[in-house]
């Protein structure tokens, strides 16, 4: 277990030597001894070192210091400084090096931790744990976390000491197991569930419901005890023949000897049974008669609703007819009406396309000939002018003209 702080001055054999490693943060004997850059000033680890989370600096030069420098001259000198147990009933003598170990293995008076699970977790010296364990420590009772179907009351919450715990599970907890009390029965279940069983057990000596003189028998053989029970009530014999009487079997014998009675009692189920089937017949018919009546009603709402629909789509269909016939009469009258208007429309532009042919065509003939007229003269005239001139080129002028070029 780590451990803070120093070392007691108080537990050194040689209390003159505490001044050379004595901390000077908590003044006690260095724990893991360092010191600060200079290395003129010893510390505890944990002390040096929460004092340095709130100043960086040494806290006895002030020099700037981030971090611990360990010491192991000064830790090799600690540990081999000869001390006795911190406890002053202990008699442990040795080192340094050796007390926390001693501490936290062999010391009977250093306080540790109750280690008992559900227990209650007090410090207690080592040496006196058996005991508190035993007598002392509270313990939750192992059915505390018992999964019982049920809610957390189903639960055992006491806490006990371990001495009291043996008998609390063994005759006291709720939910002990415990075997069912009828020794032919083998269930097992949890003390708080054997009521419950016991209203159901095969083997629980239960008296016959009918108080016959067998007094008590186990509830597995209530049933095969029905059919030989005297005060069962039963029916007679002749019950087939139409005997409804019913009586303890201790009585029903001389009942069923009683002849008068049951020739009577058949007579009675003979006419039962000949007006029971002649009204089953009767039923029967009226059943079936009813059930074709009910199809041929079907049928004929079905004809009807069939007829109603067919008028329904005749009306449909001469109005529609009706409406065609008018449209036709509208159409064609509209189609004879443009027939005359395109066809006069027709004509007349027929007649207007051929008078304009006609004009276009007299008017080109007329300046074809102006045109042709105009060209025969200035060939007549061309040709006169080159007769003329034909008339003038002489050999001799042509041999001139030849030799000039």
Same mark, same amino acid.
């Given at each position: 277990?780590?451990?803070?702080?120093?070392?007691?001055?108080?537990?050194?054999?040689?209390?003159?030597?505490?001044?050379?490693?004595?901390?000077?943060?908590?003044?006690?004997?260095?724990?893991?001894?360092?010191?600060?850059?200079?290395?003129?000033?010893?510390?505890?680890?944990?002390?040096?070192?929460?004092?340095?989370?709130?100043?960086?600096?040494?806290?006895?030069?002030?020099?700037?210091?981030?971090?611990?420098?360990?010491?192991?001259?000064?830790?090799?000198?600690?540990?081999?400084?000869?001390?006795?147990?911190?406890?002053?009933?202990?008699?442990?003598?040795?080192?340094?090096?050796?007390?926390?170990?001693?501490?936290?293995?062999?010391?009977?008076? !250093?306080?540790?931790?109750?280690?008992? !699970?559900?227990?209650?977790?007090?410090?207690?010296?080592?040496?006196?744990?058996?005991?508190?364990?035993?007598?002392?420590?509270?313990?939750?009772?192992?059915?505390?976390?018992?999964?019982?179907?049920?809610?957390?009351?189903?639960?055992?919450?006491?806490?006990?000491?371990?001495?009291?715990?043996?008998?609390?599970? #063994?005759?006291?907890?709720?939910?002990?197991?415990?075997?069912?009390?009828?020794?032919?029965?083998?269930?097992?279940?949890?003390?708080?569930?054997?009521?419950?069983?016991?209203?159901?057990?095969?083997?629980?000596?239960?008296?016959?419901?009918?108080?016959?003189?067998?007094?008590?028998?186990?509830?597995?053989?209530?049933?095969?005890?029905?059919?030989?029970?005297?005060?069962?009530?039963?029916?007679?014999?002749?019950?087939?023949?139409?005997?409804?009487?019913?009586?303890?079997?201790?009585?029903?014998?001389?009942?069923?000897?009683?002849?008068?009675?049951?020739?009577?009692?058949?007579?009675?189920?003979?006419?039962?049974?000949?007006?029971?089937?002649?009204?089953?017949?009767?039923?029967?018919?009226?059943?079936?008669?009813?059930?074709?009546?009910?199809?041929?009603?079907?049928?004929?709402?079905?004809?009807?609703?069939?007829?109603?629909? #067919?008028?329904?789509?005749?009306?449909?269909?001469?109005?529609?007819?009706?409406?065609?016939? !008018?449209?036709?009469?509208?159409?064609?009258?509209?189609?004879?009406?443009?027939?005359?208007?395109?066809?006069?429309?027709?004509?007349?532009?027929?007649?207007?396309?051929?008078?304009?042919?006609?004009?276009?065509?007299?008017?080109?003939?007329?300046?074809?000939?102006?045109?042709?007229?105009?060209?025969?003269?200035?060939?007549?005239?061309?040709?006169?002018?080159?007769?003329?001139?034909?008339?003038?080129?002489?050999?001799?002028?042509?041999?001139?003209?030849?030799?000039?070029?």
């Amino acid at each position: 277990m780590a451990r803070r702080g120093g070392f007691p001055i108080s537990i050194l054999c040689n209390q003159a030597k505490s001044e050379y490693f004595q901390c000077l943060v908590c003044t006690e004997i260095c724990r893991s001894p360092v010191t600060c850059q200079s290395g003129a000033h010893l510390f505890c680890h944990d002390c040096l070192s929460e004092s340095l989370r709130r100043n960086s600096s040494c806290p006895a030069c002030r020099e700037p210091l981030t971090a611990p420098v360990p010491s192991f001259f000064a830790a090799a000198q600690v540990s081999a400084l000869d001390v006795v147990c911190v406890h002053d009933k202990c008699k442990w003598v040795g080192t340094c090096g050796r007390l926390d170990g001693h501490l936290d293995n062999d010391c009977l008076h !250093e306080p540790i931790k109750c280690s008992v !699970e559900g227990g209650c977790g007090e410090l207690v010296p080592r040496g006196e744990m058996a005991t508190h364990q035993q007598f002392i420590c509270l313990q939750s009772c192992p059915n505390s976390k018992a999964k019982t179907g049920g809610d957390e009351l189903d639960r055992c919450n006491a806490r006990l000491s371990r001495n009291d715990l043996v008998d609390h599970l #063994k005759d006291y907890c709720k939910l002990r197991i415990i075997h069912c009390p009828h020794t032919s029965c083998e269930v097992t279940t949890r003390y708080n569930q054997m009521p419950a069983h016991l209203e159901v057990c095969p083997y629980a000596p239960v008296p016959c419901p009918r108080q016959c003189a067998v007094g008590n028998l186990m509830r597995q053989n209530l049933e095969a005890h029905k059919n030989e029970c005297p005060n069962e009530p039963v029916p007679c014999v002749h019950a087939p023949l139409g005997c409804s009487h019913v009586a303890p079997r201790s009585e029903i014998i001389g009942h069923e000897q009683d002849i008068s009675i049951h020739f009577s009692s058949l007579r009675s189920k003979v006419f039962a049974e000949q007006q029971q089937a002649y009204q089953q017949k009767m039923d029967e018919m009226t059943r079936v008669f009813q059930q074709k009546l009910q199809t041929l009603e079907e049928k004929i709402t079905k004809l009807q609703l069939h007829v109603v629909e #067919k008028h329904k789509e005749q009306n449909a269909a001469m109005l529609m007819l009706k409406r065609l016939e !008018e449209q036709n009469t509208l159409l064609t009258g509209k189609v004879e009406d443009q027939s005359v208007t395109f066809n006069w429309k027709l004509l007349e532009q027929t007649t207007a396309l051929n008078t304009k042919l006609q004009q276009q065509t007299e008017a080109f003939n007329t300046k074809l000939q102006e045109q042709t007229a105009t060209l025969n003269t200035k060939l007549q005239e061309q040709m006169s002018l080159l007769q003329s001139i034909s008339g003038s080129l002489t050999a001799d002028n042509l041999r001139r003209i030849y030799r000039g070029y």
